[in-house]
């Protein structure tokens, strides 16, 4: 299964709409993800034209759409996935197995975060616990500078789980 991941669209701040090079890489993704701060539905209209969507809200989303949820947790293929759009156990001093009980009630194998717009893929392994951490950055806000920014990929197959980021051109 192949899942686009984004965050921190920010539209209509950030642009009139979703650029066509994020368009482009989603071509064939089975699912998308969006990690907050959306805005606007039309977003998430156009996201579900590429894809069926899962998305949570951000910080900063004021948008009421029944799409939309607090977090997630859900099992694909056999991997506990948890969305969430901002996921302090990583910078914080209470870590990451702390971060994973407070925001999804139990360990994860994946987790998807935004609100940082910096982009970021890490594999965590600590005690036991193990986890592959992803953060696509911001399509239109980079690092919070008005540009083509990056998305990521997560692939899942035979029950591991692999993500890249994709900088958009």
Same mark, same amino acid.
């Given at each position: ?20 090079? =994020?368009?482009? $890489?989603?071509? *064939?993704? +089975?699912?998308? &993800? ?5 805005? !606007? ?51 914080? =001093?209470?870590? $990451?197995?702390? *971060?994973? +009980?407070?925001? &999804? ?5 994946? !987790? ?58």
């Amino acid at each position: 299964m192949l899942i686009g991941l984004l965050s921190d669209t920010h539209i209509p701040e950030a642009g009139r709409s979703l650029p066509p090079a =994020l368009k482009e $890489v989603f071509k *064939g993704v +089975d699912r998308i &993800f969006h990690a907050g701060d959306i805005y !606007v539905s039309s977003v998430l209209d156009e996201l579900e034209e590429i894809a069926p969507i899962t998305v949570v809200r951000g910080d900063d989303d004021v948008l009421r759409d029944p799409r939309v949820e607090e977090k997630v947790v859900m099992e694909i293929e056999g991997l506990k996935i948890g969305i969430i759009p901002r996921f302090p156990g990583l910078y914080f =001093l209470w870590g $990451v197995e702390q *971060g994973m +009980d407070n925001q &999804f009630g139990c360990p994860v194998d994946v !987790v998807v975060f935004g609100d940082t717009h910096s982009a970021l893929v890490k594999r965590y392994q600590k005690d036991g616990v193990q986890a592959l951490l992803v953060n696509p950055g911001s399509p239109l806000l980079p690092n919070y500078f008005h540009r083509l920014g990056s998305v990521g990929l997560l692939e899942i197959k035979d029950g591991k789980a692999e993500a890249r980021i994709v900088e958009l051109k």
